[in-house]
């Protein structure tokens, strides 16, 4: 799978949207963007995913450039409740669900 | 909640003793995956099951660890002859084959003393 670059920490005020980058240069023709968060002493959680489109559910948005070289996952509305640890992940969707390999991700904390 | 399910959630014990960990997936989910977490670390692959069948090993996975699914429902992981290294969350997933999304559970968090 290819590698991805995100920042370590971001601030967002609660109400606001929050833009989280992901850098993944590298990244393959047939590869997914992946995002997952993980929420203080739980288990990672699905957000949301996409292979080249703009993606949206009803908990976020995935904006992918045209050279698919970066992406950015947008909470319209953050809550204190967004503040967790979000995983970018690019990965192959091919037979099925594969492993996930996890970076160290972006820490979001949203701010009252 | 039919979500995954792990127990203990935690657990403590002195280096050298063995301690088993179990994973309860999501029902008809057939996929099964274990991940371990230390602090400040995303998620590590370990291992992974299709049904009963093991499919992949990580190189994390020490001869000390086994991982097991019997009858393709529940799954163990045992770690024998434990070590201050091998103080982390271990996390299980499960995921029906074909679907894009895994199913964490809360985790195991082991401290080795």
């Known amino acids: 799978d290819a590698k991805t670059t995100q920042p370590p920490s971001m601030d967002c005020a609660e109400g606001r949207a929050a833009n989280l980058p992901c850098n993944h240069s590298?990244?393959?023709?047939?590869?997914?963007v992946y995002w997952y968060r993980q929420i203080h002493s739980q288990g990672p959680q699905y957000i949301i995913h996409?292979?080249?489109n703009n993606e949206t559910n009803e908990m976020a948005s995935l904006i992918i450039t045209e050279d698919r070289k970066s992406s950015t996952l947008i909470l319209p509305h953050a809550t204190l409740r967004d503040t967790a640890v979000y995983y970018c992940?690019?990965?192959?969707?091919?037979?099925?669900?594969?492993?996930?390999?996890f970076g160290k991700g972006t820490r979001l904390s949203v701010i009252a | 909640d039919t979500g995954v399910s792990q127990d203990p959630r935690h657990k403590i014990t002195k280096r050298g003793q063995n301690v088993t960990f179990r994973c309860d997936p999501i029902?008809?989910?057939?996929?099964l995956y274990w991940y371990r977490q230390t602090l400040g670390q995303g998620p590590e692959f370990l291992t992974y099951?299709?049904?009963?069948?093991?499919?992949?090993k990580s190189r994390l996975l020490s001869d000390r660890f086994s991982a097991e699914r019997p009858k393709g429902s529940f799954s163990t992981l045992e770690i024998q002859r434990t070590e201050q290294g091998d103080s982390a969350m271990y996390l299980c997933?499960?995921?029906?084959?074909?679907?894009?999304?895994?199913?964490f559970g809360p985790g195991t968090r082991l401290t080795v003393t």
């Open positions: 997933a499960s995921s029906f084959k074909g679907s894009y999304e895994q199913y």
């Open positions: 590298t990244i393959s023709g047939n590869e997914y």
């Open positions: 996409g292979l080249k």
């Open positions: 992940i690019v990965r192959v969707l091919f037979f099925g669900n594969t492993p996930l390999v």
């Open positions: 029902s008809e989910h057939n996929r």
């Open positions: 099951f299709q049904n009963e069948a093991q499919l992949e």
